[in-house]
């Protein structure tokens, strides 16, 4: 098992302040956008499989900052929400977080995705957003199989990925310099995500590629309703992000 990741991840966080993360990443209004839609889905997944999400145990594996962590709470206010991450330092900023908005988290934990400290079978639902591509391909199967163990019967798991045909446009496009391992291991093509998965799983197109571009051409608004307008399967080619969705 190869933990290499595992040190990059605590060490590349180290260095953000409180705001910091969250302001550099999310706080362009088409990343809050980005944002609405992905908690939306998440959302109509977990209210769409489950007819009572009042004693419902969910996990964010990943959390960072507490922002889906956040998103579940106040969408279920009376579910189990718990969170883990690698990283001290996001954890630290999530707690104080949470303290300073009077918001109740179940449990936030400190550890590794390739082993998480739980039992089998404890969640209902397991959720990962933009968590799993910084993984190489066989660590991913690995941490696919962790999520899975921790599953209850009858549950789902929701993962966020990166599609593949629309990140190999913007690599030779923009004339990456980095190898094409290194880059195309953040997007696996569908028959590697069937390997990963190994199961039936559904797609659920999360974010349009090119959104920036598209915002600042057209507006928001207008690229809210494109990013509904393409969600239809036969679309997921130009999208940048999905979610999988697997019942156990």
């Not at 089998?120 to 991913?140: G, M, P, W």
Request: glycine letters at 6%.
């Amino acid at each position: 098992m190869d933990k290499r990741q595992d040190i990059i991840r605590k060490d590349m966080y180290n260095g953000y302040e409180d705001n910091q993360y969250e302001e550099e990443r999310y706080n362009a209004t088409h990343m809050k956008d980005y944002l609405e839609v992905r908690s939306n889905l998440i959302n109509n997944a977990i209210k769409q499989h489950f007819t009572n999400t009042e004693n419902i145990k969910i996990l964010d594996v990943g959390c960072g900052t507490g922002l889906n962590l956040a998103n579940l709470r106040n969408s279920f206010p009376k579910a189990e929400i718990y969170g883990i991450d690698i990283s001290s330092k996001m954890l630290q900023i999530c707690n104080k977080k949470f303290n300073s908005m009077n918001l109740y988290i179940n449990g936030i934990s400190l550890g590794s995705a390739y082993e998480l400290p739980y039992p089998d079978e404890t969640f209902d639902c397991l959720v990962a957003t933009r968590f799993i591509h910084q993984y190489s391909h066989n660590d991913k199967v690995t941490i696919f199989n962790e999520m899975k163990r921790t599953l209850n019967s009858g549950g789902i798991l929701l993962v966020e990925f990166y599609n593949r045909p629309y990140h190999w446009l913007r690599y030779y496009l923009s004339k990456d310099s980095r190898s094409k391992d290194k880059y195309f291991s953040h997007y696996p093509t569908r028959n590697e995500v069937r390997k990963i998965i190994s199961g039936v799983f559904e797609r659920i197109p999360c974010r349009l590629g090119g959104s920036r571009i598209i915002a600042n051409t057209i507006g928001n608004n207008l690229l809210k309703k494109l990013t509904l307008t393409f969600s239809k399967k036969y679309f997921n080619w130009l999208y940048d992000e999905y979610f999988v969705l697997i019942k156990k």
